[in-house]
């Protein structure tokens, strides 16, 4: 009885559900067949444009202009192709064929709209406007288009992006991706993706047979991404970036006072603009397989020894371990021999009777192979790791890579052979295994200009004007005097009159560094120059690579001199 | 005298009646979430009908043993049903809402293992106790054993199936023997009391609320759903689109269409038929369900009948009238259709239950 009634207070409902179906699929449902009829409801997608990255001055590095495209909905335009192809090709300068070879490539069943011409120019999409009604189902549809207007010089800070794939797009499903979007591929543009990303939006509307707008059925309004401030100064990085046009190579400034990178070039570079449009990216092949690697950021990614900028960890190492002093002297006659093996100075005449601060100055390698043998090698690679070698220094950037510190516990377990001195003697100027990024050498360098803050660098400080980095730094407990001694080596490198590094003076700035040349294995050698200023008060601290550049001292300190200059004019000196 | 066990009292009709609208659901699950590039044993259809076997399985199983056997059982579902509903708060939110467990590929979703054990245990303490002789205190258990995964349930949030139980609740106390005075009362005071629980609604239940009063107010926003929703089942007219012809469908228009809004789908494609055998497919499986809760005299499985068939009921209607905007948006599944591993599981042992109370129910 009481289950009976139940079912019929669930009948009732079932029957009122029928009824409205009755209601919109039977007694109205030729309105909503109308509505949903082909050339009555289009849908435009609308795509959000991307977060602006802007440097420190507010300048773009990477913005938004429009672009028009002529797309044409394919099950609207397909009756009439042929005539519209035809009146279409004088406009866009292209041939009739060729439009309908674009339009026949078409996916079908899909409905996004096909692309028959990417970023025309005004006037052109103005003429097509005017003729639409001649083109069923052609339509000019407004879409952000990526500018990069530093092109080349911040190529490797911006990364640039690519279209989705469809693997991704089933993945990033859930994140609100869909089959046509275009996403961060590489550097910042990757790294701060789901900041720099929009939300797209879509809009239905009801055009009337003829293809005019008749109303908007549903709306979805695209929201624009977030843009981006960097601690990047553009003036520095255009700047940079010139100095390095015909070299291989790597240079980034960082400010001290919390961190930030004021610029950071690779060399060779590409033009983020020629992927940012399905037209350009014709073009980029010889950037995937160009010689040179000019997609390579080398400042994160290019792992090289480190020559005698390394002899500042040695020199700091053999301090620490009180083996030696600022006032031990050692004797250069241009070779020692360690382990029946001769080990020359690049002098070959020698330096003499070498204390520290000169030793720094004339990059004397016998006074390094002695400290590195009184230091040990165990001593050593601790000291090494301590500055943060073959860890990532976490700089914001995607693919950092680590580079390498030897060890004998390594070598024991990799070779099944003890550590001999000589290898001792060649990892104390920075050469044998190991491997460090100029990203790393920076930091280093940093550490010492602030007597032991081992810097995170960063690249980004705001993210839709809210402050979001902050100073990183990890305190190394280093001895002052011991600093105060490396520091004058390092004076004495660029301010002597023999030191190896007098070409990255630079009128009215007081500069320290140290200049390095690596043996690359090639006939040429890598060039190297870290260093900082002013040296009293440490503002920026900066790392010059060239990669088969030849001698630091010439190369490498004459750009990192002109660098210098450049900051003392920018003000940040 | 109890009545010999055999399958030869196994409802065939009973059975074959959820695996017909199921089929009906495959078809739509498939052409809603169809992608050109996907072979079919990659499709949410095959996965669909992989759980659809499990749950056939499972009705086996559940048929074999005597329901009444199952009574031992009832709490401790009941309560390992309360443990998922509060892990279930710790797991990551997905779409804004914690209503997944992730077990590898598979997303167990609590709240719908919960309504049956809430119906189970209603049953029980319905079954043991008599209305007439029931103390004030005792009374407050059943009110507790719905109120807290009520709870829980909302708190996930997912209001659709938390507002579900009510219906359900008010059906068993009913045929317990609360008089209709009584339940209109309680209806007239849950009325009275939404205005203040309204405000605890997160803001897009809000938003979805009141489109419904006023589709108008949003509609661009929320009421972008039913409006697509609507255009859809409407344009599908007395025989539809077409499988796999639906544009609204096709043309990506519908959101949330191989899920919630999945009779969406059968109404554009399958036209008004379509649309209209599924209610009715619905309302035999209901009927059924009743008629076995009427004529059960023992009292464990007459309320279970009586729970589960409300169960269904509602959940289609309530399903069915969103997705033509007779209904607010409160995205509950249409059980069978739907598509969701962890709804055809539990959807198909609440049928096998009923096949079970049919075949072993005591005759006197």
Same mark, same amino acid.
């Given at each position: 009885m009481k289950a009976s009634r139940l079912s019929f207070i669930l009948l009732a409902g079932f029957i009122l559900a029928s009824f409205g179906l009755f209601r919109i699929q039977i007694l109205k449902g030729a309105y909503y067949r109308v509505l949903s009829e082909k050339n009555r409801i289009r849908v435009i997608y609308l795509e959000a444009s991307r977060g602006n990255i802007l440097d420190?001055?507010?300048?773009?590095?990477i913005s938004n202009r429009l672009s028009f495209n002529c797309s044409v909905i394919t099950r609207e335009a397909r009756q009439s192709i042929k005539r519209s192809c035809k009146i279409l090709a004088p406009i866009l300068g292209v041939s009739a064929e060729e439009l309908e070879k674009r339009f026949r490539k078409s996916k079908p069943g899909v409905f996004n709209t096909v692309l028959m011409?990417?970023?025309?120019?005004a006037s052109k999409a103005i003429e097509i406007e005017e003729r639409l009604e001649d083109l069923p189902g052609f339509i000019i549809e407004t879409r952000p288009l990526r500018e990069y207007p530093n092109e080349k010089s911040a190529a490797h800070l911006t990364g640039y992006i690519g279209p989705i794939t469809q693997q991704e797009a089933d993945f990033l499903d859930a994140y609100g991706?869909?089959?046509a979007d275009w996403l961060g591929r590489d550097g910042l543009e990757k790294m701060y993706e789901s900041y720099l990303r929009g939300q797209s939006g879509g809009l239905q509307m009801e055009v009337d047979s003829?293809?005019?707008?008749?109303?908007?059925?549903g709306l979805k309004e695209p929201r624009e991404g977030k843009d981006i401030q960097l601690t990047i100064d553009s003036r520095l990085q255009v700047f940079v970036q010139d100095l390095l046009i015909s070299q291989k190579g790597a240079v980034i400034l960082m400010n001290?006072?919390?961190?930030?990178?004021?610029s950071m070039n690779s060399s060779p570079s590409f033009d983020p603009n020629l992927f940012a449009s399905t037209e350009g990216r014709k073009g980029v092949g010889k950037y995937l397989r160009g010689a040179g690697a000019p997609?390579?950021?080398?400042?994160?990614?290019g792992q090289y020894p480190a020559g005698s900028i390394f002899k500042i960890i040695t020199a700091l190492a053999g301090l620490e371990s009180k083996k030696?002093?600022?006032l031990s002297t050692f004797n250069c006659p241009g070779y020692t021999a360690v382990g029946g093996k001769i080990f020359h100075c690049w002098r070959e005449t020698g330096h003499g009777p070498q204390r520290m601060s000169e030793a720094f100055a004339h990059s004397c390698n016998v006074y390094f192979y002695n400290v590195g043998l009184m230091t040990g090698i165990n001593f050593l690679t601790q000291k090494t790791l301590e500055?943060?070698?073959?860890?990532?220094?976490?700089?914001?950037?995607?693919?950092e890579k680590g580079g390498f510190v030897p060890s004998r516990e390594w070598k024991q377990r990799s070779q099944q052979q003890g550590w001999y001195d000589g290898e001792t003697v060649n990892l104390a100027i920075g050469q044998g295994y190991l491997q460090v990024t100029p990203v790393q050498a920076l930091v280093m360098i940093a550490a010492i200009a602030t007597d032991g803050h081992l810097f995170k660098p960063h690249?980004?400080?705001?993210?839709e004007g809210v402050r979001v980095a902050e100073k990183h730094a990890r305190y190394l407990n280093i001895d002052a005097a011991h600093l105060k001694a490396v520091k004058e080596g390092l004076d004495a490198v660029v301010?002597?009159?023999?030191?190896?590094?007098?070409?990255?003076r630079a009128a009215g700035v007081h500069i320290a560094g140290k200049t390095g040349t690596a043996?690359?294995?090639?006939?040429k050698t890598h060039a190297w120059f870290v260093g900082f200023a002013p040296?009293?008060?440490?503002?920026v601290a900066l790392v010059v690579f060239v990669e088969n550049g030849g001698r630091g001292g010439v190369v490498a300190a004459k750009l990192a001199g002109a660098i210098f200059q450049k900051l003392k004019e920018t003000s940040y000196l | 005298m109890r009545k010999k066990v055999s &399958?030869?009292?196994?409802d065939k009709f009973l059975f074959l009646t959820p695996i017909l609208i199921f089929l009906i659901g495959i078809l739509s699950i498939y052409s809603a979430s169809f992608?050109?590039?996907?072979s079919f044993d990659q499709t949410l259809a095959m996965k669909q009908i992989l759980w659809m076997a499990i749950g056939s399985l499972g009705v086996f199983l559940v048929v074999?043993?005597?329901? &009444?056997?199952l009574k031992d059982l009832v709490w401790p579902a009941y309560f390992l049903a309360l443990l998922f509903l509060v892990l279930v708060l710790f797991m990551p939110a997905r779409l804004g809402a914690h209503r997944w467990i992730p077990l590898g590929s598979f997303n167990f979703q609590p709240s719908e293992f919960a309504k049956l054990g809430v119906i189970l245990a209603l049953s029980h303490f319905f079954a043991n106790n008599r209305i007439e002789f029931i103390s004030k205190r005792k009374m407050l258990i059943p009110f507790i054993v719905v109120g807290v995964p009520f709870l829980l349930v909302l708190k996930e949030p997912d209001l659709g199936t938390g507002l579900l139980m009510i219906p359900v609740f008010f059906a068993m106390l009913y045929v317990w023997g609360f008089k209709p005075k009584t339940i209109f009362l309680m209806v007239l005071l849950g009325a009275i009391a939404s205005p203040f629980l309204f405000h605890f609604l997160k803001d897009y239940q809000k938003a979805r609320l009141l489109v419904f009063i006023?589709?108008?107010?949003d509609p661009l926003g929320a009421g972008y759903t039913i409006i697509q929703s609507k255009i859809a089942i409407g344009s599908g007219?007395?025989?539809?689109?077409g499988f796999m012809g639906g544009t609204q469908n096709q043309l990506n228009f519908l959101p949330e269409r191989h899920t919630d809004f999945i009779f969406a789908v059968i109404g554009e494609e399958g036209g008004f038929l379509a649309a209209l055998s599924v209610i009715v497919l619905f309302w035999l499986i209901v009927k059924k369900g009743f008629i076995i809760c009427g004529e059960t005299l023992e009292r464990f499985g007459s309320m279970l009948a009586c729970g589960i068939s409300t169960m269904l009921g509602t959940q289609a209607i309530i399903n069915i009238g969103m997705t033509m905007g007779?209904?607010?948006?409160v995205g509950i599944p249409l059980p069978l259709?739907?598509?969701?591993g962890t709804s055809v599981v539990v959807t198909m042992l609440s049928i096998g239950l009923l096949l079970n109370i049919k075949m072993h129910r005591p005759l006197f």
């Open positions: 420190r001055n507010n300048k773009p590095l011409a990417e970023d025309i120019n991706y869909r089959e003829r293809g005019r707008f008749l109303r908007a059925l001290l006072g919390d961190g930030g990178i004021l997609m390579v950021n080398r400042g994160i990614r030696v002093s600022a500055f943060g070698f073959s860890k990532l220094t976490g700089v914001d950037l995607p693919g690249l980004i400080d705001k993210i301010n002597s009159d023999t030191g190896t590094g007098r070409l990255a043996q690359s294995g090639q006939d040296e009293e008060n440490p503002k | &399958f030869r009292n196994f992608k050109s590039s996907q074999r043993v005597d329901y &009444f056997k006023n589709p108008n107010l007219e007395l025989l539809g689109k007779f209904l607010p948006v259709v739907s598509y969701g």
